[in-house]
């Protein structure tokens, strides 16, 4: 076996869509949050990169359960991460820090890394 499967093997969740959708997605959220005043992006913007974070570390997480049952906990995690991720942004737009067009990419984005784990979660029931 080459060093290359082996450490793709290991690390599966590296190959995935969703997760790689959720890396893309929490660049974005970066250059969001980094626009936001000092006091905003320490607190708000602080508890949104930490949700759209946990995105990812949870799909990373979970990727190295044993069984599925553990497996679909984590991606619960993330998908329970999306929710917090966009209540937070929700309340960015609904006071105008950021602009409905920045919400609506960050929306569409989540809902569809929410829809593949779903997809995940009904593959392993």
């Keep these: 076996m080459t060093n290359d499967h082996q450490n793709n093997k290991l690390f599966r969740f590296l190959e995935w869509e969703v997760y790689q959708n959720a890396q893309s997605t929490f660049v974005i959220v970066l250059k969001v949050v980094k626009k936001l005043s000092p006091d905003l992006r320490y607190t708000l913007g ?14 990373a997480e979970g990727s190295g359960r044993v069984t599925d049952k553990e497996m679909n906990r984590f991606f619960d995690i993330a998908i329970g991460s999306t929710n917090e991720t966009i209540a937070g942004l929700d309340s960015l737009v609904k006071t105008g820090f950021i602009n409905k067009d920045e919400f609506n990419e960050l929306f569409e984005r989540y809902k569809s890394i929410s829809r593949q784990l779903g997809g995940f979660k009904k593959k392993l029931s």
């Design 46 to 59: 602080n508890q949104i990169i930490k949700s759209a974070l946990s995105v990812i570390l949870n799909i």
